[in-house]
């Protein structure tokens, strides 16, 4: 079942047309990849889906669960189950981390709706089931994010995203700037939220690493899709990653 | 024992007069850190808080002016000054609800030039207004009959008992500001809008109605500025634009969009100005806040307990 469907989106920063005509499926359970080169419009992709602008939709569509979401604001698509872990982490520096987690579910308490009507199709991770998922972060609940290390914030905007309703949790570049062995325990991660159910569309430069978990992949290069097809397909198709991702 | 009472006074006096700037910076600061909005209209709400608290308390007899020309001889209801306490920051609470929706909104995604000059524009039309309908002459607004007069305190001796309640008032609100914005979901997601306004929507919050709260809570506390601010000195139509400056500099000394640094920043120019002032430096009083200010954002430009990143 497609969970995700995005048809021919045109996406804009101002004048410069820098999506064009984009289509791709994210499928109900599996791992996504959308790869390609710095500035081929993944991120850009990204933003479209979830709401924020720029850039603004000028056509397509994006469908999420049969519903219609194109150009919704970002509060409604992510209370609909879309969350994002954005590029760079874009955690709260000056909140605690237990903060910034219990902002992810301040919308499930009635009295902070300020009179929206939200209905939940997931609940969201419970704080203790997030922190058996990251141990780490259990140990530094009351410690400010911006203190922590890359990899920590990695797993703390994560763990932000899983405390939301979430049915399908987007990542944005999550092994950037990492250690390798700190980029095989975010790998784990992702393995086990997707092995737990939750669907997951991945977007990396670093696309050996992503192949090596994704489903089903897409490769852009300047705001098109070049490639669709499965992981393994990917792997074996030299040409394209050579031409387009430089792997 | 007279320079400890002296020194104790000016403390006293530096703290009461930085009080109102407190009350000033604290809305204004917020204002400008979570919705990154300039509001040079800050300085009209204290005028219309300082007006209205007039009105409620007392009853003003009007000599010039429109209203005195249509045979209008004087304004105000005569409720006394707790009434004004209440109603005042009410009041204004409100019309900062309206100025939100009606001005504000339509200017978040622009220039901050725009946002100052749209502001400042609301600011002189609210000023010549009560200049022409009340006339521009100086009114004195009396102080509380039961807080009027001097205490007896330890060591100082006799201080003004006003000034002692401003200093209080202005603790009581600030603290409650302060309880609302570190212990309160509302206080949280008004501090993650400050850092990250977007990534707080991505997580479904919307935050158009914390918003237009914390542009309410604002303006109310400059409401509240004008009646505790008024009975220290008299009301006129220039007195808004005057606490304006001082206000602005308050928050950018403190960091823009930290309530514990406006308190610091605020205490600390009237502290100074105090200080000088009673030296017998009142002419240099103002080049000395100024001065201060110049040094403080030489060394730490986003302010004393502002944070590194900057808020463009």
């Not at chain 1, 959308?34 to 602008?53: D, E, P, Q, V, W």
């Not at chain 1, 397509?60 to 604001?73: E, V």
């Not at chain 1, 703390?156 to 980029?183: C, F, K, N, V, W």
């Not at chain 2, 960091?255 to 610091?264: D, L, R, S, T």
Request: hydrophobic share 45%.
């Amino acid at each position: 079942m497609t969970l995700l469907e995005v048809e021919d989106i045109n996406g804009y920063y101002g004048e410069s047309h820098i999506i064009q005509d984009v289509s791709m499926n994210v499928d109900d359970g599996e791992i996504t990849a959308l790869l390609g080169r710095n500035g081929a419009g993944k991120t850009s992709t990204l933003r479209c889906i979830s709401g924020a602008t720029p850039p603004d939709v000028r056509s397509g569509s994006i469908r999420f669960d049969g519903t219609d979401i194109t150009n919704a604001p970002p509060e409604d698509i992510a209370v609909r189950g879309v969350s994002l872990v954005p590029e760079e982490r874009r955690v709260f520096t000056d909140l605690t981390v237990a903060e910034n987690l219990h902002l992810a579910e301040t919308v499930r308490n009635k009295s902070n709706t300020w009179g929206r009507n939200l209905d939940f199709r997931d609940e969201g991770m419970s704080t203790e089931e997030i922190y058996e998922y990251f141990p780490r972060l259990d140990e530094r609940r009351s410690q400010k994010a911006g203190t922590l290390s890359g990899g920590e914030q990695q797993m703390l905007a994560i763990a932000r995203a899983l405390h939301q309703s979430t049915d399908l949790l987007m990542l944005d570049e999550p092994y950037e700037g990492l250690a390798p062995q700190i980029i095989e325990s975010v790998e784990n991660a992702i393995r086990r939220i997707s092995e737990d159910g939750t669907t997951i569309l991945l977007v990396e430069q670093n696309a050996i690493a992503a192949m090596k978990i994704a489903d089903r992949c897409y490769v852009l290069d300047r705001g098109t899709v070049v490639f669709e097809g499965d992981a393994e397909t990917l792997r074996n198709d030299q040409e394209t990653r050579d031409r387009y991702l430089g792997v | 024992m007279t320079l400890l009472a002296d020194i104790l006074t000016l403390l006293l006096n530096g703290l009461q007069q930085g009080a109102i700037y407190v009350l000033l910076a604290v809305g204004l600061s917020i204002i400008l850190g979570t919705l990154k909005f300039v509001n040079f209209a800050h300085g009209a709400l204290y005028l219309v808080g300082a007006y209205l608290g007039l009105f409620i308390t007392t009853e003003v007899p009007l000599t010039n002016g429109q209203l005195a020309e249509w045979g209008i001889q004087s304004y105000g209801i005569g409720l006394g000054f707790i009434a004004a306490l209440v109603i005042v920051p009410i009041v204004v609470f409100v019309i900062g609800l309206l100025m939100e929706k009606f001005v504000a909104q339509a200017f978040y995604s622009r220039p901050d030039t725009d946002q100052i000059l749209v502001t400042f524009g609301l600011a002189i039309i609210v000023q010549e207004t009560l200049r022409a309908m009340l006339g521009g002459n100086s009114q004195p607004f009396q102080q509380p009959s039961w807080a009027s007069g001097p205490i007896a305190l330890p060591i100082i001796g006799n201080f003004p008992r006003w000034r002692l309640g401003v200093i209080a008032i202005t603790a009581v609100l600030v603290l409650g500001v302060y309880l609302l914005v570190e212990y309160t979901d509302f206080g949280l997601i008004v501090q993650a809008g400050t850092l990250d306004g977007e990534m707080v929507r991505l997580l479904g919050i919307k935050l158009s109605r914390p918003y237009l709260v914390v542009f309410g809570i604002g303006a109310a506390l400059a409401g509240v500025a004008g009646v505790v601010g008024g009975p220290l000195a008299n009301v006129n139509p220039n007195i808004g634009t005057e606490q304006l400056v001082p206000a602005f500099l308050t928050v950018v000394i403190g960091g823009v969009g930290k309530i514990e640094g406006a308190v610091v920043a605020g205490l600390m120019l009237g502290t100074l100005q105090v200080a000088l002032i009673q030296t017998g430096n009142a002419a240099w009083s103002q080049v000395g806040i100024y001065a201060l200010a110049a040094v403080i954002l030489l060394v730490r430009p986003q302010g004393l307990l502002g944070s590194e990143v900057d808020v463009s």
